[in-house]
C-alpha cells in the first residue's frame, strides 16, 4: 500500500505562489508516476500536472502551462508542485495521486490518492 499526504495548500492573494507537497509512505515511489489533479465544486476533478518515474513532466491543463511546474524527491518520497502566478481560477481542492509505471491525464488510472489540500486565491 501507498498512503499519500497533500500539505502546503491556503489562501494566497492573486499572482502570488504556492508550494504544495504530497508525501508518501508505505511503498518506495520509484516505480509510481505521481500526478496532480484539482476539483471544484460542481465540477469533475481535472488533471493538472504528473511528473513521471524519471522525473519527465507532463501537462494535462494548458493553462497552468508556464506557471505551475512539478518534481520529485525519491530519496524523501516527496513531490511538489510549484505554483506561480496564481488566478483566482485555479481555486480548487488539490489532489495528489500515484499511477504505477507511466503518467495519465485520467483518474481511473491512479490507484492511490491523498485527501486534498485547499488552494484558495483571491484578494
Known amino acids: 500500500q501507498l498512503q499519500l499526504v497533500e500539505s502546503g495548500g491556503g489562501l494566497v492573494q492573486p499572482g502570488g505562489s504556492l508550494r504544495l507537497s504530497c508525501a508518501a509512505s508505505?511503498?518506495?515511489?520509484?516505480?509510481?508516476?505521481i500526478g496532480w489533479f484539482r476539483q471544484v465544486p460542481g465540477k469533475e476533478r481535472e488533471g493538472v500536472i504528473c511528473v513521471g518515474k524519471n522525473g519527465d513532466n507532463t501537462y494535462y491543463t494548458d493553462s497552468v502551462k508556464g506557471r505551475f511546474t512539478i518534481s520529485r524527491d525519491n530519496a524523501k518520497k516527496t513531490v511538489y508542485l510549484l505554483m506561480n502566478s496564481l488566478k483566482p481560477e485555479d481555486t480548487a481542492v488539490y489532489y495528489c495521486?500515484?499511477?504505477?509505471?507511466?503518467?495519465?491525464?485520467?483518474?481511473?488510472?491512479?490507484?492511490?490518492w491523498g485527501q486534498g489540500t485547499q488552494v484558495t486565491v483571491s484578494s
Open positions: 495521486a500515484a499511477k504505477y509505471l507511466s503518467c495519465s491525464g485520467a483518474e481511473g488510472g491512479y490507484s492511490y
Open positions: 508505505g511503498r518506495t515511489l520509484d516505480y509510481y508516476s
